[in-house]
C-alpha cells in the first residue's frame, strides 16, 4: 500500500512538472497559405508554428489557425470544420490582400459569409499621411484596440478595407479613402474604414487584418509594425499579458537607448574608440543585435542588449574619467612641488610648457587628446629639476672636494669652517628635493674653499718669494764675504 501511495504522489510530482508542456501544446498555431517571412522567427519565441498546404485531420491540437491568402480554395467541408474549431474556443486568424488578391479575398469571404463579416476588394489609400506612396498609409493606432496597445503608427501597404460587426477594431484616419480595381471610391475620406477587427463566434474568436505586406520583412520593421503583429497573434492566442510585457520592454529599450545612444554617439567623435577598441567593437555588436531585435519585435532581448551595452559603455567611461582624474592630480601635485622649490629664471620655459599641456587638458573634451596633453604635462613636470639634480650633485661633490683641499691648508679656519657650513646646508636643502637652492649653497660652500685655498696659496708664493730673496741675499753677503777676505790676502 506504502509503495502505491509513493508511486501515486511520485506521479502526481512528474504530472505537475510536465503539465506546462502539457498546456504549451496547446500553443500551437497553424499557419495555412503564404509564409510571412522573418517575423515567423519572432512568433516561434512564444509559439509552435505549424505549416500546411491543406488543413490536417485534427485541428483541435492548435490554439489558433492563421490562414494567410490561401492561393486555392477553402473546400465546403473545411469551411464547416473551421467554423467548429472556432466555436469551440480556438482562433481563426484571417490576413488577406488588396484588390490584386481578389480570388483569395473572395475564398475568404466565403468563410466569413455567415458571420456577417467581411474583406472589401479594393484598396486603401491616404494622399495626406502616407510613406513613399498614397497605398503606403500612416495609420494612428487605437489604444482601444487590444493588439493596438503600445502602437504609435502602422504601416499599412497595399491593404484593403473590411466591413461587418466588430466587437473591437482598428479603424484607419479621417483622411484615407479606398477604391475598388475599377476606381469605383468603396470609402471616402472622412468615413475611417476598418483595417483590423475581431468578433467573438460562440467561445471562440475571429481576427481579421487586410494587409499581408505589413507582415513581410520589407515592412514589417517599419513604424511599429512589428509590435502590431505580435500583438495580434498573442490576442488571439488569448495572452494578453505577453502584450503588456511587450509593450513595457518596448518603453524601457526606448527610454534607455535614447540616453544611450546619444551619449555613446558622443563618446565616439571624443575619441572613445581610439582608446578602447575592443569594448567598442564589442558594444557596436551588442547594438546591432539590440536594432535585429527591436526591428522584428523582440523587445525584451532588445533591451537586454542594449543594456548589457550600456553597462560595459559606462563601466569603460569611468574608467577613463578615472584614469585621467589621477593623472590630472598628479600632475597638479608636479606643479605644487614646482612653486614650493621654486623655478629658476632658465627653467621657466620648461615649466611654463608643462603647465600648458596640464590647463589644456583640463579642458580638452576628446579622451585620445586630453591623455595625450596630461601624459605630455605629467612627462614634463616629471622631469622638471631633474637637470637641476644632477648639477646639485656635481656642485655638491665638487664643494667637497675643494673643502677637503682647504682643509689641508694651515690657516684661515674661518673660510673652511664657512665652506663646510655652506656645504651642510646644500647636502640638506638636496635631501628636501630643492636642488636649485642646494646648487646656490654649494656654490658659495666652493667660494669659502676657494678662497682658504688661494690665500693658502698666496702665503705659499710669498714665502718662497722670502726664501728665494733670502737666498739671493744670503750669496751676495757670502759673495762678498769672499770678495773682502781675497782683498785683504793681497
Not at 160 to 186: A, H, M, P, R, V
Not at 435 to 457: C, D, G, L, P, V
Amino acid at each position: 500500500m506504502k509503495k502505491i501511495l509513493a508511486s501515486t504522489f511520485f506521479g502526481l510530482i512528474i504530472f505537475s512538472l510536465l503539465l506546462p508542456i502539457v498546456l504549451a501544446e496547446n500553443e500551437n498555431i497553424l499557419f495555412y497559405g503564404k509564409d510571412l517571412g522573418k517575423i515567423e522567427n519572432s512568433i516561434n519565441i512564444n509559439y509552435s508554428i505549424t505549416k500546411v498546404k491543406t488543413l490536417p485531420l485534427n485541428i483541435s491540437q492548435f490554439k489558433v489557425i492563421t490562414i494567410i491568402s490561401p492561393e486555392k480554395g477553402i473546400p465546403p467541408e473545411d469551411i464547416t470544420r473551421l467554423l467548429d474549431f472556432v466555436n469551440s474556443g480556438g482562433t481563426l486568424f484571417l490576413i488577406a490582400e488588396d484588390f490584386t488578391e481578389a480570388s483569395t479575398t473572395t475564398q475568404l469571404n466565403r468563410l466569413l459569409s455567415s458571420i456577417n463579416l467581411e474583406f472589401n476588394v479594393d484598396r486603401l489609400y491616404d494622399d495626406s499621411s502616407f510613406y513613399l506612396a498614397s497605398n503606403n498609409i500612416l495609420i494612428k493606432a487605437d489604444d482601444n484596440f487590444f493588439p493596438s496597445k503600445g502602437v504609435s503608427k502602422i504601416l499599412y501597404v497595399n491593404g484593403c478595407t473590411l466591413k461587418g460587426s466588430f466587437e473591437g477594431y482598428q479603424n484607419t484616419n479621417i483622411t484615407s479613402f479606398s477604391k475598388n480595381y475599377d476606381g469605383f471610391e468603396t470609402y471616402k475620406k472622412g468615413e475611417r474604414p476598418i483595417v483590423s477587427g475581431f468578433k467573438r463566434y460562440g467561445k471562440g474568436l475571429i481576427l481579421l487584418v487586410g494587409d499581408r505586406s505589413l507582415f513581410e520583412d520589407t515592412y514589417v520593421v517599419q513604424q511599429d509594425n512589428a509590435l502590431f503583429v505580435l500583438n495580434l497573434f498573442d490576442f488571439a492566442a488569448g495572452n494578453y499579458d505577453l502584450i503588456s510585457q511587450r509593450v513595457d520592454f518596448k518603453q524601457r529599450y526606448d527610454k534607455e537607448s535614447l540616453l544611450f545612444f546619444n551619449s555613446f554617439l558622443a563618446s565616439e567623435k571624443q575619441g572613445f574608440s581610439g582608446l578602447k577598441p575592443n569594448e567598442d567593437k564589442q558594444i557596436n555588436s551588442l547594438i546591432e543585435q539590440a536594432k535585429n531585435n527591436y526591428s522584428f519585435g523582440l523587445y525584451e532581448e532588445a533591451y537586454n542588449s542594449i543594456s548589457k551595452a550600456s553597462l560595459i559603455f559606462d563601466t569603460q567611461i569611468n574608467l577613463i574619467n578615472n584614469e585621467f582624474n589621477i593623472k590630472l592630480q598628479q600632475a597638479k601635485n608636479l606643479e605644487l612641488q614646482a612653486i614650493d622649490k621654486g623655478v629658476a629664471v632658465s627653467d621657466e620655459a620648461v615649466f611654463n610648457e608643462g603647465i600648458f599641456y596640464l590647463r589644456q587638458a583640463e579642458k580638452e573634451t576628446n579622451f585620445e587628446k586630453r591623455i595625450t596633453l596630461i601624459d605630455s604635462a605629467i612627462q614634463i613636470l616629471e622631469n622638471f629639476g631633474q637637470g637641476d639634480k644632477q648639477r646639485a650633485n656635481i656642485e655638491i661633490d665638487t664643494a667637497e672636494t675643494k673643502l677637503m683641499e682647504s682643509k689641508q691648508t694651515l690657516f684661515y679656519e674661518d673660510d673652511v669652517l664657512k665652506s663646510e657650513e655652506y656645504l651642510n646646508q646644500a647636502k640638506e636643502l638636496y635631501n628636501k628635493g630643492n636642488y636649485s637652492e642646494a646648487i646656490s649653497k654649494a656654490t658659495e660652500s666652493q667660494k669659502y674653499a676657494e678662497r682658504a685655498i688661494e690665500k693658502y696659496n698666496i702665503f705659499k708664493i710669498i714665502l718662497g718669494l722670502g726664501l728665494l730673496l733670502g737666498a739671493l741675499l744670503l750669496m751676495i753677503i757670502t759673495k762678498r764675504i769672499f770678495s773682502w777676505k781675497k782683498q785683504k790676502e793681497k
